[in-house]
């Protein structure tokens, strides 16, 4: 009959990822003729526990280039947004998110512009695409079992033939003359 025993460690008790399509608004000192750009850039974010879901707050900064007065002068409008997500983390069996864990957050799709709209009133609309992964890293335990026969040693043999011996001890003692 063999024995167990409990190993207490850190392990990944919960995972999962979302996708993220969002729409939003910037206002412009003047009235566009044309998109000529738009770029993403400094991408941050932090997860934490939230009663029984994981939240992620985070920030990330859009860049916008158009160009107005009939395409003869261009500008790049920026804005920094601010967003805060919540995750149904689906938990391993026997897993329990009350007790000490750590949230690790991964961006798997950076935030992109997907789609820019000139709209009346001195506005943009833009679509931006994320996708965020989440882990759950928490105490589990694991049982081994154990065996208590020791295994046998195996005989390791020497490569030196009985050949080898004899022409080793094959010594002439007159070799320096």
């Known amino acids: 009959m063999a024995l167990y025993k409990e190993i207490v460690t850190k ?7 979302k996708y993220f399509k969002n729409n ?3 206002t412009t000192s003047d009235q566009p003729t044309t998109i000529l750009g738009c770029w993403v850039i400094n991408h941050k974010f932090k997860g934490y526990k939230s009663g029984d879901k994981i939240g992620v707050d985070g920030s ?3 860049n916008i280039w158009y160009s107005y ?6 500008t790049v409008v920026n804005q920094k947004i ?4 919540l995750f149904n983390v689906k938990l391993k069996e026997n897993a329990d998110l009350s007790s000490e864990t750590d949230i690790i957050v991964r961006t798997l799709s950076q935030p992109t512009c997907m ?5 009346d009133n001195k506005q943009i609309s833009f679509d931006i695409e994320k996708e965020l992964g989440v882990e759950i890293v928490g105490e589990t335990k694991v ?6 026969d020791e295994e046998p040693w195996e005989e390791i043999d020497d490569d030196v033939t009985d050949e080898d011996l004899e ?8 070799y320096i003359k």
């Open 11 to 17: 392990a990944v008790i919960g995972k999962g990822k």
């Open 24 to 26: 939003y608004k910037i």
């Open 60 to 62: 990330f900064d859009v």
């Open 69 to 74: 007065e009939n395409d003869s002068k261009t």
């Open 82 to 85: 601010e967003y805060n997500d």
């Open 115 to 119: 789609g820019v709209n000139i709209l």
């Open 143 to 148: 049982k081994i079992a154990i065996e208590e």
């Open 167 to 174: 022409e080793i001890n094959k010594i002439d003692e007159d």
